[in-house]
Each structure stands twice: as structure tokens, then as C-alpha cells.
């Protein structure tokens, strides 16, 4: 167990609070506001409007950290059985195939990150559509007003990866205006429900053997977390799940989707961070911790209800595999039958899990004094 946990920060509120000072749990708890603010932004920007130009060839979301993450959710709502490709690129350069046919969404929550400002000026180069989400009045803004293009405003009162559904869901809009996904107005109101109830359930005030994403923090603090996703829906939100842990929390983790991380990954449950042994009861919350083996690898599986049978064959496998090695194994569940609200239910619980994390570690969730030392570095 790491030097620095101590459980009692999270025995109640005012504790949890007082760990917070930057507000991080609060972002958290206005995910479904988000959504409900951004629908109505996207629907006074004019996205509706992308549909008469036709279906794009592709999509391509131009977007670093969490705004690229809004790529990935999208890719993920709309599946496999997208018409048309769903591409996220993270850096300053656009593929070479894309061009006039192709709708470029760069999306950047300050308005401003190079990275994304460069892609989306070589996209207006290149004659592709463009649609951008971000600040207001910022040179992502001036860009997109320069070249014609359709610009969502998007206000974040947090750092940008605590307003991923503000940037996010614009984009499910436009993709719902080229009709490459069905998401009706009342999936998306029950994916803002569902984000409310995830929000009571996680509460600060409520005590941790009840609150579940106090109870993962707990269990996998002082353990390098393996996160995997067992679907395309499940794979984003495990990713994301790992970047939370690197900024919220701090905090090491592997990502891995499945089946190719039962094909490689499953091999460091051999290795040196295995346990062995046998593990402590995962349901027993009372149990004395300073009796737990000695800590190494917890495996964190986020399942979807749309498994391939192989996937979930593999991935139950590869579980059981861990737990004979004395690797920890836990589940974290999606919920809803719309693949917008299960990665949003998968991303919510962990949200939670990675700030409760950093708080029972005394870590101040919201600063990331490492990435602000970098930029300041390289500009």
C-alpha cells in the first residue's frame, strides 16, 4: 500500500472537499449538464447544416488529449457499421488522402492548441469541410469564421478533460445530421439521465463500501492498473480510464483492448509486478488491508454488453488467468443498451474512480504541473 493513501479522506464530504480544491469532482458530477448545454450549442451553431452538402467520404476529428478523445468516442458511438471512416489525429498533420470530399472537426477546448490549429488551417487549404468546437473568441473561432466553416462554442470551467461530453457531443450532432449514427434526441436525454444517476451514485457524501468508485480507488490503490475494453464502445473508455489515472490521479496505468491485449499484454501476469500468491477477497471490504499480498498488477476489465463471443470467451479467460497468478481482477460494467450511453456509463464510474483515487493519495486532482512544465518548455 502506498505510503501516502489514506482512506479516511474519503469517509466524507467535507474530507473529500476539502482534497479538492480545484473542483475536479463537481466537473465530474456536471457531466450530464454538459450534455444538455451542448446539444442546445450544436443546435444554435447551425450543425444541422453539414446535411446539405451531403455524406462526407470520411470524417476526420483533429483533436489532442482530451479533444482527441472526442474522435474516439465518436468512432465508438457510431461503431462498425459506419458508412463512411471515423479518424482522429492527434498531431499537426493531416492524412495525405484527405481532401474536398472529406469533413475535417477540429476540436480544441482552449481554442488554441497548435497541434489542432494547424490541422484545421491545412484542412481549409485543402478545401475540405470543416467544422470546429471550442472557445469562444479564440483563433480556433477566428479560423473557422475565416473559412466558412460551422463553429460550436464550447465554455469549460475546468481544465479540458473534465468538459470531454461539452466537446463531444456536438460531434455525435453532426454525425446524427449525416446519418451515420441513430441518436435521437431521447438517447441522448437518457444519456444525460444516466450520467445523473452515476453522479448520486458516487457521491462524495456517500460512505465507501457503498460508493463504488471509492471502492475501486481503494482496491487498486498502491497497484499498477491494466485497463482493458472488451468492445470498441468499452476499448475508448478503457484509454480514457488510463489517461485519467495519468492526470487526475498521477498515477501509472496500461491500456489495452481486447482481444489483441489477451494476446500480449496477458503475458506480464508472469512478470515481475505479478503478485503471487494468492489475492485478498476482492468483496470484502472490511478486510485489514495491511494483510493483503504484496502489491503489484491489478487487472481493470471494462465490459460491454455488445461482446463478441470470442472477446468475452478471451477476456473472461484472461481474468481467471490473472486471479490463479494472484493478479487482483476487477469489473467495471457498462450500462444502457445505446452505445452512447454505455461508454458514457464505462467513463463516468472511472471519472470517479480516477479523483477519488488522487484524493485518498492526498493528490490534488486537478493540476498536471508535469504537462504545464512541458508545454512551457517546448513554446
Not at 465554455?155 to 460531434?171: F, Q, V
Not at 499498477?224 to 475494453?229: A, D, Q
Not at 474512480?353 to 517546448?378: H, K, N
Request: charged share 25%.
Amino acid at each position: 500500500m502506498s505510503a501516502a493513501l489514506d482512506p479516511a479522506r474519503l469517509d466524507d464530504a467535507e474530507a473529500v472537499e476539502a482534497a479538492d480544491p480545484g473542483g475536479m469532482l463537481r466537473q465530474v458530477a456536471a457531466s450530464a449538464a454538459q450534455v444538455r448545454e451542448a446539444q442546445r450549442a450544436a443546435a444554435e451553431a447551425g450543425v444541422a447544416a453539414l446535411a446539405e452538402d451531403g455524406r462526407p467520404r470520411a470524417v476526420v476529428v483533429a483533436g489532442a488529449g482530451a479533444s482527441g478523445l472526442a474522435g474516439d468516442v465518436l468512432a465508438a458511438v457510431c461503431g462498425a457499421g459506419c458508412p463512411v471512416p471515423v479518424f482522429t489525429v492527434r498531431g499537426p498533420r493531416l492524412p495525405g488522402w484527405v481532401g474536398a470530399a472529406d469533413l475535417v472537426i477540429a476540436v480544441s477546448c482552449s481554442g488554441g492548441t497548435a497541434e489542432t490549429l494547424e490541422a484545421a488551417a491545412e484542412a481549409a487549404r485543402r478545401g475540405c469541410r470543416l467544422m470546429s468546437v471550442g472557445a469562444p473568441e479564440s483563433p480556433l473561432a477566428d479560423l473557422s469564421e475565416r473559412s466558412r466553416g460551422v463553429f460550436v462554442p464550447v465554455r469549460a470551467a475546468g481544465p479540458p478533460r473534465s468538459a470531454l461530453w461539452a466537446l463531444t457531443i456536438p460531434l455525435v450532432i453532426a454525425a446524427r445530421a449525416l446519418r451515420l449514427v441513430d441518436v435521437p434526441d431521447a438517447v441522448l436525454e437518457s444519456t444525460a439521465a444516466l450520467l445523473e444517476d452515476v453522479a448520486h451514485r458516487c457521491r462524495p457524501s456517500s460512505e465507501p463500501f457503498v460508493n463504488p468508485a471509492k471502492r475501486i480507488a481503494l482496491d487498486i490503490a498502491g497497484d499498477v492498473p491494466v485497463v482493458w475494453g472488451t468492445s470498441a464502445v468499452a476499448a475508448a473508455a478503457a484509454y480514457r480510464t488510463a489517461c485519467q489515472l495519468n492526470e487526475n490521479a498521477k498515477y501509472p496505468a496500461v491500456y489495452g483492448e481486447m482481444p489483441e491485449a489477451g494476446h500480449s499484454q496477458a503475458a506480464v501476469f508472469d512478470g515481475l509486478f505479478a503478485r503471487g500468491g494468492s489475492p485478498a477477497d476482492p468483496d470484502d471490504f472490511f478486510r485489514d488491508r495491511a494483510e493483503d499480498p504484496e502489491h503489484g498488477l491489478h487487472l481493470l476489465v471494462l465490459r460491454d454488453v455488445d461482446e463478441h463471443p470470442r472477446v468475452r470467451a478471451r477476456a473472461e479467460a484472461a481474468a481467471d488467468l490473472a486471479r490463479d497468478r494472484g493478479v487482483a481482477v476487477t469489473e467495471l460494467r457498462a450500462e444502457g443498451e445505446h452505445p452512447l450511453e454505455r461508454i458514457a456509463s464505462l467513463i463516468a464510474s472511472a471519472d470517479y474512480v480516477t479523483v477519488y483515487l488522487a484524493i485518498a493519495l492526498g493528490v490534488d486532482p486537478t493540476p498536471v504541473p508535469a504537462i504545464d512544465e512541458l508545454e512551457a518548455r517546448i513554446t
